[in-house]
């Protein structure tokens, strides 16, 4: 998932490589621990495609602006205050983000690494930075059924989402188109 255009929010392109649609019925195997991709039994491209709007979801001009730096010529996306990766920033990953942390992540190539606390991560690949948190964050919140109680980490997370009716809308949708091609969430795809 990337902009079209390096100094605009307005259109986001999907590159899908065909490879994907090999794992219908299975899960690649990665070099980084098993754990680190967790799909909740879905089909991974389903899973995948998902998360990748995830990415959409999070970094479109609702909930994020350009910064242009100039010292490089280019833009970065900002979070907006309020939006779920401030909210990430703010209530969770400038903890994370202490020397040990820091020093973790850099350690292990600042990839597919579990450096933060475990209980607080939806999957393994969450942890590897606040847009893969945000991304794999959402793609829990679509596919699990139930609004969980504010009792830990992770679900205090997913309930950023939930408080964000526009989210809720976009779940609703998903879940009904999934429900069309006959796959019902929380009944995975997969064995």
């Known amino acids: 998932m990337s902009t079209l255009k390096d100094n605009s929010l307005e259109s986001f392109n999907l590159e899908v490589d065909a490879k994907l ?3 219908l019925d299975s899960i690649p195997r990665f070099k980084a621990p ?6 909740l039994g879905y089909s991974y491209p389903i899973y995948t495609l998902i998360h990748e709007f995830g990415h959409y979801v999070t970094f479109n001009k609702e909930q994020s ?9 280019t ?17 969770y990953w400038n903890r994370y983000m202490d020397q040990a942390g ?5 350690k292990h190539g600042y990839t597919y690494y579990f450096c933060g606390p475990a209980n607080e991560f939806v999957s393994g690949y969450a942890s590897t930075s606040r847009d893969e948190d945000a ?3 959402f793609a829990h919140f679509v596919l699990l059924d139930d609004k969980p109680a504010a009792t830990t980490a992770v679900n205090r997370k997913l309930l950023l989402f939930y408080q964000n009716p526009r989210m809720v809308a976009i779940r609703q949708g998903i879940r ?11 009944n995975p795809t997969m064995p």
């Open 21 to 23: 649609l090999t794992y």
């Open 75 to 91: 833009y970065t996306s900002v979070p907006k205050p309020g939006s779920i990766r401030d909210s990430l920033m703010v209530n």
């Open 34 to 39: 098993a754990y680190t991709y967790n799909t």
């Open 102 to 106: 820091i020093d973790c992540w850099m």
């Open 65 to 73: 602006y350009l910064k242009y730096l100039p010292d490089s010529d």
């Open 176 to 186: 009904e188109n999934l429900k069309k091609l006959g796959i019902a969430p929380r």
């Open 135 to 137: 991304a794999e964050t």
